[in-house]
T-cell receptor, first 110, second 114 residues
Framework: GQSLEQPSEVTAVEGAIVQINCTYQTSGFYGLSWYQQHDGGAPTFLSYNALDGLEETGRFSSFLSRSDSYGYLLLQELQMKDSASYFCAVRGEYGNKLVFGAGTILRVKS | NAGVTQTPKFRVLKTGQSMTLLCAQDMNHEYMYWYRQDPGMGLRLIHYSVGEGTTAKGEVPDGYNVSRLKKQNFLLGLESAAPSQTSVYFC?????????????FGSGTRLTVV
């Protein structure tokens, strides 16, 4: 099976940088995805890493180390609107469909 | 461009009642999914479909049935609702099976079984 571990909650100040970590265990690895979900809203796709290294998209970056079964989402210049839950996900044993971590609640304070 | 539309948005059921959750997508996606989301447990896959007329079980399929008679629609049925099925249900679709394409989620159905 698969398992993903993320911190349950992270708090940071507006304008700061925050890193949300994710460690995973899976029998077959096809990449690490990240999704954002605002309270009461739908999850939205943020990023995908198939290979080691850093992928940057604006203020958000995502990193993967396959040898360490580890990745992180980096959010820079935090804004209040970044307060949300963030989920990492890998393809799982059910037809290689996405399996999600329990999510990290990010609280941005002014 | 509506994306993925779920109906209803909210529903309260009594134990033993049945209902169908509707999911429609207008992106011509082949793949569709039903997830449930419970506090502290992330999203868990209930059933999925890789194309019109196909369905398959996910991680937590017990107590649910699905149908994909048309490519754009994916229905989730609860034949005899139980309090343990109180949850938020999300439908999603994707163009490809490859994770890099990302899933597009609907806005969810909040179901309470009393």
């Amino acid at each position: 099976g698969q398992s993903l571990e993320q911190p349950s909650e992270v708090t940071a100040v507006e304008g700061a940088i925050v890193q949300i970590n994710c460690t995973y265990q899976t029998s077959g690895f096809y990449g690490l995805s990240w999704y954002q979900q605002h309270d009461g809203g739908a999850p939205t796709f943020l990023s995908y890493n198939a290979l080691d290294g850093l992928e940057e998209t604006g203020r958000f970056s995502s990193f993967l180390s396959r040898s360490d079964s580890y990745g992180y989402l980096l959010l820079q210049e935090l804004q209040m609107k970044d307060s949300a839950s963030y989920f990492c996900a890998v393809r799982g044993e059910y037809g290689n469909k996405l399996v999600f971590g329990a999510g990290t609640i990010l609280r941005v304070k002014s | 461009n509506a994306g993925v539309t779920q109906t209803p948005k909210f529903r309260v059921l009594k134990t033993g009642q049945s209902m169908t959750l509707l999911c429609a997508q207008d992106m011509n996606h082949e793949y569709m999914y039903w997830y449930r989301q419970d506090p502290g447990m992330g999203l868990r896959l209930i059933h999925y479909s890789v194309g019109e007329g196909t369905t398959a079980k996910g991680e937590v399929p017990d107590g649910y049935n699905v149908s994909r008679l048309k490519k754009q629609n994916f229905l989730l049925g609860l034949e005899s609702a139980a309090p343990s099925q109180t949850s938020v249900y999300f439908c999603a679709s994707s163009y490809s099976d490859r994770a890099n394409y990302g899933y597009t989620f609907g806005s969810g159905t909040r179901l309470t079984v009393v």
